[in-house]
C-alpha cells in the first residue's frame, strides 16, 4: 500500500508540471519533455542529495531540515570536505541552490534568473560524472535554462515560481530505498506522451513487458563483471531492464544513440536506477558512420558481452547511405546496404544495417537480443536473407520469439525478437516460438488504435519455452541449422510446424454409409451444375444482337 502512495504521489507531481506547461502555453509543445524531464530530475537529485547527507555521521538522525540549516551554516572549505564524504554517485548541490532555498526566495524580482542559475550551478558542478558526450568532444551538461522557453518574459517569474512551489512541496525520501520496477514505471509515466519517433533515429521505446522477456531469456541467470550495449539506444529501457537482470554493481552499460532528446531522456534512466557510473559511455552520435566505442587502440569496434536493441525500423539515411556502402565499411556491413528508393526514402530499411552492426560487435560468446519486423524472417531476397545466411553459417541463432501485433505502442508493423549467441547451442537446433495469438487487445484512450498487452502468465511461458527449449504443439518447435537451410534460412516458427492428421476408426459398414453419403453429395452438385448450365444457355438464346 504505502509503495503504491509513493507512486501516486510522483505521478501526481508529473501531473502538475503538465499542467503548468498547459497554463503557460507550452503543453503538447517540443519543449514540454524538457521541462518536465528536468524538473523532475531537478526534485529527484535534490532530495537524494539530501538522503545522502543523512547517511552521513555529522548529519545521522537529522530531519531534512536541520541538515539543509545545518549545510547552510558550513564555509565553503567545510562544504568541499564534505562533499569528499559523499557517495561519488550522488550530485553535489549548493545550499544556495537547493529547491528549499529557491522557495525561500520566490518573492524576489526576477526569480526566474535565480532559477535558472540554480540549474546551471548544478550542472557545472556536476559536469565531470552527469554530462554526456556528444561526438568526440563536446558535453551535454545536465541542465539548461528553462525560463526562455516562455516567450512572454512578464509571465517567466511565475512560471518559475509554480515549478518550484510544486517541487518543495513534496518529498522523495521515501523512494530511494525502492528498486527497478518502481523506477521503471516511474519513467514510463514520465515520458509517456513523449516516447514519439520525432526525431531521426530511434527516439523508440520499448514497453516493459517486453524488455522483461528479453532479459530474462538473454541473462536468466545473471552474470558477473560484463558489458552491456545498445546501438540505438532511444530511452535506454532494454539496458536498464538487463541491466536489472544482470545486477546493477556486476555490469556496465554502454550505448550510442543519434538522437538528443533520447540521450536526455536515457541519462535521467540512468540516474534513477543508480547507474550513474555508465554515464560516462553514453554517446550522442551516428552509430552507423561513427561509431564511439571503440577498441583500445581505436582501430576496430569495441566488442560487448551483451547486446540489446530495438532499432528503428524505416528511416531516411541517403545522406550517408553512399559512404557505408563504401570500402572503409564494408567488414561490418558484409551483407550489403539498402538502396535509395527513388519515391519514399523514409522507407529504407535502417535495422539491417543496425543488425549487421551489431553481430560484428558481439564478444567471441556474447549474446544478443534485437527486435526485428517480422517480415525480416522470411524475405527470400536482398539483405535480409544474406544476414539470415550469415547467422545460420557462422551458428550464432539461438532461437526467434514472433510477438502479437500492436505490441509496440509506436508501431503497427508485427515485431519479433532475434536471440543470436556466439557460443552455439550443443546440437546446432533452435526454438522458434510463434507468440502471435497471445495478449489481450486494449484500445488506446482518446485514439482508434489498439494494443496488445501480455499477461504475466504469458510473459511467463514465452520465457520458460525458450529457456527450457520446449517444443509445444503450435507455438514452438525445435529446429536443425541443417533444416533452416534447406528452407531458405527462414526464420518463421509456422513454416516448421507438424501437420496434423486426424484418423477415425471406421467399421465397414460405416466406411460403406460414408461413401454412399458422399457419392449422393456429388451427384446431387453435379446435377445442380447441369441445370445452372441449361438456363446459362437459353439465356443467351433469347439475347438478341444489333
Do not use: W
Amino acid at each position: 500500500m504505502q509503495l503504491q502512495t509513493e507512486k501516486q504521489m510522483i505521478y501526481a507531481l508529473i501531473d502538475d508540471l503538465k499542467a503548468i506547461c498547459s497554463n503557460y502555453g507550452l503543453g503538447n509543445s517540443g519543449n514540454e519533455y524538457k521541462i518536465i524531464t528536468e524538473a523532475f530530475l531537478y526534485k529527484f537529485l535534490n532530495d537524494k542529495f539530501l538522503a545522502g547527507l543523512k547517511e552521513l555521521p555529522d548529519f545521522a538522525g537529522k530531519s531534512t531540515q536541520e541538515t539543509e540549516r545545518r549545510l547552510a551554516e558550513l564555509s565553503e572549505d567545510d562544504f568541499d570536505f564534505l562533499m569528499m564524504d559523499l557517495d561519488p554517485r550522488i550530485a553535489r548541490i549548493h545550499p544556495a541552490d537547493l529547491i528549499s532555498s529557491l522557495f525561500s526566495r520566490k518573492g524576489e524580482q526576477g526569480f526566474h534568473t535565480i532559477f535558472d542559475n540554480a540549474l546551471l550551478h548544478i550542472a557545472e558542478a556536476n559536469k565531470d560524472v552527469f554530462s554526456v558526450a556528444a561526438g568526440a568532444q563536446n558535453r551535454v551538461r545536465l541542465f539548461d535554462t528553462l525560463s526562455n522557453l516562455v516567450t512572454e518574459v512578464e509571465r517567466q517569474d511565475d512560471f518559475c515560481r509554480a515549478i518550484i512551489n510544486k517541487l518543495n512541496a513534496q518529498s522523495f525520501d521515501a523512494v530511494f530505498q525502492q528498486k527497478y520496477d518502481f523506477y521503471a514505471d516511474i519513467f514510463e509515466y514520465l515520458i509517456k506522451d513523449y516516447n514519439k519517433d520525432s526525431g531521426q533515429y530511434a527516439e523508440y521505446y520499448t514497453p516493459h513487458s517486453i524488455a522483461q522477456i528479453i532479459a530474462r531469456i538473454i541473462a536468466p541467470n545473471g552474470a558477473q563483471n560484463v558489458s552491456i550495449y545498445d546501438p540505438a539506444a532511444g530511452s535506454g529501457t532494454l539496458v536498464l531492464t538487463l541491466a536489472e537482470q544482470i545486477g546493477e554493481e556486476n555490469c556496465t552499460v554502454y550505448t550510442q544513440d543519434i538522437s538528443q532528446k533520447s540521450n536526455e531522456v536515457l541519462r535521467l534512466n540512468l540516474i534513477l536506477n543508480n547507474l550513474v557510473d555508465s554515464l560516462p559511455h553514453v554517446i550522442q552520435d551516428d552509430t552507423l558512420v561513427r561509431p564511439r566505442h571503440l577498441s583500445a587502440d581505436g582501430k576496430s569496434i569495441e566488442k560487448f558481452a551483451y547486446i540489446v536493441s530495438n532499432p528503428p525500423f524505416n528511416t531516411d539515411f541517403s545522406e550517408t547511405r553512399d559512404q557505408l556502402a563504401g570500402e572503409g565499411y564494408k567488414k561490418r556491413f558484409f551483407a550489403g546496404v539498402p538502396n535509395i528508393p527513388k519515391k519514399k526514402k523514409e522507407s529504407m530499411a535502417i535495422y539491417q544495417m543496425f543488425l549487421q552492426h551489431i553481430i560484428v560487435s558481439m564478444q567471441e560468446h556474447g549474446k544478443a537480443a534485437i527486435v526485428v519486423p517480422t517480415g525480416f524472417l522470411t524475405a527470400a531476397t536482398g539483405i535480409p536473407y544474406k544476414i539470415r545466411q550469415h547467422i545460420v553459417q557462422k551458428k550464432l541463432l539461438r532461437g526467434v520469439v514472433s510477438m502479437p501485433s500492436n505490441i509496440f505502442a509506436n508501431t503497427g508493423t508485427n515485431v519479433s525478437v532475434l536471440f543470436l549467441d556466439a557460443a552455439g547451442t550443443e546440437d546446432d537446433k533452435v526454438l522458434l516460438v510463434d507468440a502471435s495469438n497471445m495478449g489481450e487487445k486494449v484500445k488506446l484512450e482518446g485514439t482508434k488504435n489498439q494494443r496488445t498487452y501480455l499477461s504475466q502468465a504469458e510473459m511467463d511461458k514465452i520465457v520458460q519455452t525458450m529457456n527450457e527449449r520446449q517444443e509445444i504443439d503450435d507455438f514452438s518447435v525445435l529446429v536443425s541449422l541443417k533444416d533452416i537451410e534447406q528452407k531458405k534460412c527462414s526464420f518463421s516458427a509456422g513454416q516448421y510446424f507438424k501437420v496434423k492428421i486426424e484418423y477415425v476408426d471406421l467399421t465397414p459398414e460405416e466406411f460403406q454409409q460414408k461413401m454412399a453419403d458422399y457419392e449422393q453429395q456429388l451427384k446431387t452438385y453435379f446435377d445442380e451444375g447441369h441445370k445452372l448450365e441449361a438456363e446459362i444457355l437459353k439465356g443467351l438464346g433469347e439475347l438478341k444482337f444489333d
